[in-house]
């Protein structure tokens, strides 16, 4: 069946308020495949294919995530182009994947854009703060949080509206070699972000912990939840030692307090 103009912008909408969403409330992961799917397969009449696409795009998505200055795959928005393509096809969870992956790729460049329509507005927020037009800048504010998301939503709408077969066509239309740079390139991304991050961090007090995760993984053959599991079992290890100092610490002192206060008491009687 054809997507329609409906659908394709309720689609839309529901990837630009989500996205809004996640940095407005705290990024409480609302804009991942898990919740963005089943609404878009409700929108398009297949609730159960929107769950299944979504449970299974979550789990190839897992790992992407924006790591210092990476620019991470768009998963959002090829998860929510590739399950409803693969609804109006009337298609498998396979053909949601097969769209989803190389159109979050692409997506990636949206991301930046969104960063250069921000810092378009930079000029725009020194003169408000030399003004002091605190307005102003509330009301600059509300709009970035919806400005720079409002290309995607667009990409959407009309990616739908075009239908699959011309986002096939564009995808077909790519070279092999530019297909797997970027695939080259994703794979890098993690590690990447991770020297970034680990430049910007790193000190001699916790760098061992950094040493301690390599040697799970390397040695040990551990996953990512084995070594979160190991981390956390870690710190709590650690807090329960220093809450344990820090009692001992206030014993101490008040024991210093109070053979203080004897000696003086002691003193006096003396006298």
Not at 108 to 137: C, D, Q
Not at 207 to 214: H, M, Q, W
């Amino acid at each position: 069946m054809a997507i329609t103009i409906t659908q394709a912008l309720l689609v839309s909408l529901l990837l630009l308020v989500f996205t809004v969403g996640e940095a407005w409330f705290a990024y409480p992961m609302i804009n991942q495949p898990l919740v963005l799917c089943p609404i878009v397969g409700l929108i398009m009449g297949d609730l159960q294919t929107g769950i299944t696409a979504g449970a299974t795009l979550q789990m190839i998505f897992l790992g992407t995530m924006q790591i210092g200055g990476t620019v991470p795959q768009d998963a959002p928005l090829g998860s929510v182009i590739g399950t409803a393509f693969a609804i109006s096809m009337g298609q498998s969870v396979e053909v949601a994947l097969t769209f989803a992956v190389p159109i979050s790729m692409l997506g990636s460049l949206l991301i930046v854009l969104a960063y250069v329509i921000r810092g378009l507005f930079n000029p725009m927020v020194e003169k408000m703060v030399n003004e002091g037009n605190g307005k102003g800048l509330e009301r600059l504010y509300y709009g970035l949080a919806v400005i720079p998301e409002i290309p995607r939503a667009l990409v959407v709408f009309f990616t739908l509206i075009a239908g699959s077969g011309f986002a096939k066509v564009i995808i077909d239309t790519i070279p092999q070699t530019i297909i797997d740079g970027l695939n080259y390139a994703t794979d890098l991304m993690p590690a990447v972000g991770i020297a970034l991050l680990l430049r910007m961090m790193w000190s001699k007090q916790y760098g061992v912990y950094y040493f301690v995760g390599l040697i799970l993984v390397s040695f040990f053959k551990l996953d990512v939840i084995g070594v979160a599991c190991a981390g956390v079992a870690l710190a709590v290890i650690l807090f329960l030692e220093n809450r344990n100092k820090q009692n001992n610490f206030t014993a101490a002192q008040g024991s210093t307090v109070a053979a203080g206060e004897l000696s003086a008491e002691e003193e006096l009687f003396n006298d």
